[in-house]
């Protein structure tokens, strides 16, 4: 079954720096791979998904995460982290059914002025 | 237009009550799904209906009874509910039952059972 491993439950940053979310999958198949982000007391929001088009996927709000099949991760960066960034960041990847996602546990990024 | 609409938004029921919480999506999406996500865990799938048609129910307890009426509505049932099925409920749709579709989902029904 596919699944994947969120690396990390707490990222803090600080405001400009670098952010990097960590996301290794475990698939027998070609995944297809997605972040979502969940900001407090919301639903989830779709930063990005890979879906074997290209290697390297741009998202929402200045993300973007790279499929490395050598390394089975799909780990998400932005190049400089806002405060507004700050939520609980998910990466999912599709089940075997088809229809339901197989999420990790989450990281829950902080950003620091 | 991409938006999935829940309500209510809060709903606080005692164990005995019945209740229903409602989904809602515009977008011609086929497929509908209800999660349920306790505090800081990922969201866990119960249902999935596709073409209106019940077609995954993740072994979730008949006191949970879902509703789809129409390819736009979709709907919970709660009945006899405990304390430990206080969490975020959740719904979301996508165009068809494609692995790569995206899931749309909503601000979700916060529930309190007392």
């Known amino acids: 079954a596919q699944s994947v491993t969120q690396l990390g439950s707490h990222v803090s940053v600080s405001e400009g720096a670098l952010v990097l979310l960590r996301c290794n999958y475990s698939s027998s198949v070609p995944p297809y791979l997605f972040w979502y982000v969940q900001y407090p007391n919301q639903g989830l929001q779709l930063l990005l998904k890979y879906t074997s088009a290209a290697t390297l996927v741009k998202g929402i709000n200045g993300f973007e995460a790279e499929f490395k099949k050598s390394e089975t991760s799909f780990h998400l960066t932005k190049p400089s982290a806002h405060m507004s960034d700050a939520a609980e960041y998910f990466c999912?990847?599709?089940?075997?059914?088809?229809?339901?996602?197989?999420f990790g546990k989450g990281t829950s990024l902080l950003v620091t002025p | 237009d991409t938006e999935v609409t829940q309500t209510p938004k809060h709903l606080v029921m005692g164990m005995t009550n019945k209740k229903s919480l409602k989904c809602e999506q515009h977008?011609?999406?086929?497929?509908m799904y209800w999660y349920k996500q306790k505090a800081k865990k990922p969201p866990e799938l119960m249902f999935v209906y596709s073409y209106e048609k019940l077609s995954i129910n993740e072994s979730v307890p008949s006191r949970f009874s879902p509703e789809c009426p129409n390819s736009s509505l979709l709907n919970l049932h709660l009945h006899a509910l405990q304390p430990e099925d206080s969490a975020l409920y959740l719904c979301?749709?996508?165009?068809?039952?494609?692995?790569?579709?995206?899931?749309?989902f909503g601000p979700g029904t916060r529930l309190t059972v007392l």
């Open positions: 999912a990847v599709n089940s075997n059914s088809g229809y339901a996602l197989n």
């Open positions: 979301a749709s996508t165009v068809g039952e494609g692995f790569t579709d995206t899931q749309y």
């Open positions: 977008m011609g999406h086929r497929a």
